[in-house]
């Protein structure tokens, strides 16, 4: 595995990545540390781009069932640069704040990406959760149904974003789950 | 399946709707996805979106973005500017380039602002970083953080809360000793090894019967080796007078320069604030679980949506940690939609059956209660049987019959709590209840024979200590011939049980967890072996366990003021040994509980076990008469007096103040108050659900019109076309 040229981060960058994201000190250069792993060889960390394959083969999203959907939103044209992965981590550090977390997540649970959470977004997302060969049609339709009733107000069989904005404002578990804390390779 | 679905809703809601039926559209390949096209069109959905992100207006050049001479630029940029005074930078969803551009348009921005904006902002900007900074550094201080976080990725969030409630009680206990040491053991230790200039000040009881103040110290002449152990392990003998113990603090006051520093008044303000401080911690602690709760308007606990969209714990790496989670969310919703299944059958029972079931359950809770009390009975007669025989001499009985006595309520206590848990799962089998049900009510009914059994420990002393020989004390009102300090020895029998329950504590853990894990592991040929050996970590005991040494602790603490650190410095040890014991002998249990339901519940315990504390503190404090031979309330008839005598040296028009506060006069039309303020915030609370029922049907129908307004403009489009 080649390294990236070691070109330690001047201080003014660490300062406006403090500013520009809710990462701390130590955790921008852990990522940076990481970054330098695994980005080709000669190439500053400024420069260089990691594949999605990569980034997903990270501890941090390796056992994750959503880790193609975080890929897929959070990099540019399919490669991700040292700012994509900066900004991934700030979205899931402990110190974000709900709303940024909410529209993210709208945004990985939405499968087909139309802007909406539907029956067959909340299918897919049930089957990524079980992860298992055996999941009978009426489990599945029971739990989207089940969902569909908790969240969509306006019956219309879809989750739009202000209803999917309610229902995580209301579960008490969504900002203590939506947490990814150890970016090391 | 709508049909049953929708007889599950709570009624009042309307009935979910299939969506536009595909036949009364066009028979065209893309309508289905022309709907949400045109969902996507609607005005309410684009500005949604352009809350959301807020991208500014990307046709024109960052340069002439600022002018503020242009009238169109200027109101657009007003609005920018309100936004961007409004949330900072990071909270913005966009990437960190467009947040760079956003922050130099912000930059630039602020030279077209006055002095007294520039400064406003440039302070409130390094006022939140410096909040950001300190609240960085006291991330670093927290206790145990790396270990609780490891323990969660490697265990579930269940256990990992476990760990912080342990952290949190850790601190509590703390706490509470740092008050009991501020307000009591400071001054009298300072006068004691002379670093102030400050004397003790011993006011002579009066009215008193020279009998009530005799107090017999214990040991004299040949003393043996293990009655040092058992002093140690019971309180009594040369730690008896240790100011470990109520009967060390026989002083009145403290005289200082310049004031007198009122030692009973400072021992009594220091239980109550302790209790208090208690009290506020653990409701600021559980009011974000109770918040969320309390906005819920389900009936169920715990939402489907909460374990669909927020039911994977994101910060798993760990390939085998992951294979558990998917298989407990498996069980875990398999198991919510029985759960629903169950619920449905029990509301269609005949009413033949209904009354069939109440009456098996009003039996078997009579059952219930008959085995608690046969506990409870059992628990009385053993410290009876205790206090009675304590009193022999040492070197009459052999060592351990002389310790079994002593432990003998803990013993009992003890075994109370082992063998009630399997009588009560038995049990609640035939009551027919749903398994989340069966398994809070198991929780519950557990919760409160573990914390009653010391509440009976107590009262079964404090009868004992109001009892004398005539069946009425008249001479000094408590038995002083037994206990002329009857304090110290309610301490001694809490010391005893906190010191058993540590050692009940590491001896399971070393005695019995441990040689689980190496018969597993090494016979694992035997199947029985192999499925005993894989143990799991046992959530709700291990919370009744310290639950149970934290109740000890705080009806202890008025009776021997170093009972909390000697509790801080128990429950420290004991993290370390469960963290030992459940990274080496446990397994992640299939079956894993939720972090959020988990808080709660610890909490509610914990919760339970105060208000059981505070009951026989109060009798304790207000009934009976304080021993006149020891102890800080010699000179008043029972400890509560205190405050009185304080409050009548009082200036007059603060005494008069303080004895209206108190009166009947007061307190009646401050009830009543009260309870027509709840009138009040309960209907209040009634009329917001009426409203906010109306206004989700309102909703619905007007989803209904969008519906059908898109498929008439499909339909008047596909003939334009045609």
């Known amino acids: ?185 | 399946m709508s049909e049953a679905s929708a007889s599950a809703l709570p009624p009042g809601r309307p009935r979910r709707q299939p969506f536009a039926h595909p036949e009364s559209l066009s028979l065209e390949s893309d309508f289905c996805s022309s709907p949400v096209n045109f969902l996507q069109e609607l005005p309410s959905y684009r500005s949604i979106a352009r809350k959301r992100t807020n991208i500014p207006s990307r046709d024109k050049q960052s340069g002439t973005l600022l002018k503020p001479t242009d009238s169109y630029t200027s109101q657009r940029e007003g609005e920018i500017a309100e936004n961007l005074n409004s949330q900072s930078i990071r909270k913005y969803a966009l990437n960190i380039s467009e947040k760079r551009r956003l922050r130099e348009i912000q930059e630039t921005q602020m030279k077209y602002l006055s002095e007294w904006d520039q400064w406003k902002r440039y302070s409130s900007k390094s006022w939140t970083r410096f909040l950001e900074k300190a609240r960085e550094m006291t991330t670093h201080l927290e206790l145990w953080r790396e270990d609780i976080r490891s323990i969660g990725g490697k265990f579930g969030t269940g256990i990992q809360s476990y760990f912080s409630f342990l952290r949190f009680l850790v601190l509590l206990n703390l706490v509470i000793f740092l008050i009991i040491f501020m307000l009591v053991l400071l001054p009298k230790l300072l006068t004691e090894y002379k670093v102030t200039n400050s004397s003790f000040v011993l006011i002579p009881a009066k009215d008193i019967d020279i009998q009530c103040t005799v107090y017999p110290i214990s040991s004299s002449g040949l003393i043996y080796f293990y009655s040092y152990i058992i002093d140690l392990l019971s309180g009594t003998g040369f730690l008896e007078e240790t100011c470990l113990f109520y009967g060390h603090y026989t002083i009145d006051g403290v005289k200082f320069q310049n004031f007198t520093y009122d030692l009973p008044l400072a021992y009594l303000l220091s239980t109550i604030a302790y209790l208090a401080l208690s009290l506020l911690w653990i409701v600021k602690r559980s009011v974000e679980g109770f918040k969320i709760n309390l906005i819920r308007s389900e009936e169920h606990f715990q939402s489907y949506c909460n374990k669909i969209f927020a039911g994977w714990d994101f910060c798993i790496t760990s390939q085998s940690m992951a294979d558990l989670k998917h298989g407990s969310l498996r069980y875990e919703l398999r198991a919510d939609l029985e759960e629903e299944r169950i619920r449905q059958k029990i509301a269609e029972r005949t009413s033949q059956e209904t009354i069939r079931i109440y009456s098996l359950r009003l039996f078997l809770n009579c059952i219930v209660l008959a085995v608690l009390a046969a506990c409870f009975y059992a628990i009385y007669r053993a410290t009876i049987f205790s206090q009675e025989h304590m009193k022999k001499e040492i070197d009459k009985m052999i060592f351990g019959e002389n310790l079994l006595i002593l432990y003998l309520p803990s013993i009992v206590i003890t075994l109370a709590n082992f063998i009630t848990p399997v009588i009560f799962a038995r049990i609640i089998h035939y009551e027919d209840y749903s398994p989340g049900f069966e398994i809070r009510l198991t929780i519950l009914r557990c919760v409160f024979m573990r914390l009653a059994t010391i509440c009976v420990l107590v009262f079964t002393l404090g009868s004992k200590i109001t009892s004398c020989d005539n069946n009425s004390c008249e001479l000094c009102g408590y038995n002083q011939k037994l206990y002329p300090c009857w304090e110290t020895q309610v301490g001694q029998e809490m010391y005893k049980l906190m010191i058993f329950d540590f050692i009940i504590i590491l001896a399971g853990t070393l005695f019995v967890d441990f040689p689980r894990k190496l018969l597993g592991t090494y016979c694992s040929s035997w199947k029985l072996m192999q499925c005993w050996g894989q143990q799991e970590f046992a959530i709700p005991d291990n919370v009744l366990g310290i639950v149970y040494g934290q109740t000890i602790c705080w009806i202890g603490a008025f009776f021997s003021p170093l009972l909390p650190a000697i509790a801080t410095v128990k429950f420290i040890i004991i993290f370390y040994v469960k963290e030992v014991s459940l990274l080496h002998t446990c397994r992640p249990s299939p079956r894993q509980f939720r972090a959020s339901n988990s808080n709660f519940f610890f909490l509610l315990v914990l919760l339970i076990g105060l208000c059981l504390a505070v009951i026989p503190l109060t009798i304790s404090m207000a009934h009976i008469p304080s021993s006149k031979a020891c102890g800080p309330f010699t000179n008043s008839n029972t400890t509560w007096e205190v405050v009185p005598k304080t409050v009548s040296t009082f200036p007059s028009s603060l005494q008069s103040l303080v004895y209206g506060v108190t009166s009947e006069a007061f307190a009646v039309p401050f009830f009543m108050i009260i309870c027509l303020v709840m009138f009040y915030f309960i209907a209040l609370a009634g009329a917001h659900k009426r409203v906010v029922v109306q206004l989700r049907e309102q909703l619905s129908l007007e989803s209904r019109d969008k519906r059908y307004l898109i498929q008439k403009l499909t339909e008047a489009q596909r003939d334009m076309r045609n």
């Not at chain 1, 009426?138 to 069989?157: A, M, R």
Request: hydrophobic share 40%; charged share 25%.
């Open chain 1, 1 to 185: 595995m080649g390294q990236c040229l070691r070109y330690q981060m001047h201080w003014e960058d660490l300062e406006e990545y403090q500013a520009l994201t809710f990462l701390t000190r130590n955790e921008i250069l852990s990522i940076h540390d990481t970054f330098l792993k695994l980005c080709p060889p000669g190439k500053s960390y400024k420069e260089a781009t990691l594949t999605t394959d990569q980034v997903s083969a990270l501890p941090a999203l390796r056992a994750n069932p959503f880790r193609d959907r975080i890929c897929r939103v959070f990099s540019h044209n399919n490669v991700f640069s040292f700012e994509d992965v900066l900004g991934m981590a700030s979205v899931f550090s402990e110190q974000a704040c709900p709303s940024l977390k909410i529209e993210y997540a709208f945004r990985i649970y939405d499968f087909n990406e139309n802007g909406f959470i539907d029956e067959e977004d909340l299918q897919r997302i049930v089957l990524r959760l079980l992860n298992s060969d055996d999941v009978s049609e009426d489990l599945l339709t029971d739990l989207t149904t089940h969902v569909l009733n908790e969240s969509d107000l306006d019956n219309d069989n879809m989750l739009s974003f202000s209803e999917f904005e309610h229902a995580m404002n209301k579960a008490p578990d969504f900002m203590n789950s939506f947490q990814i804390h150890f970016w090391g390779c």
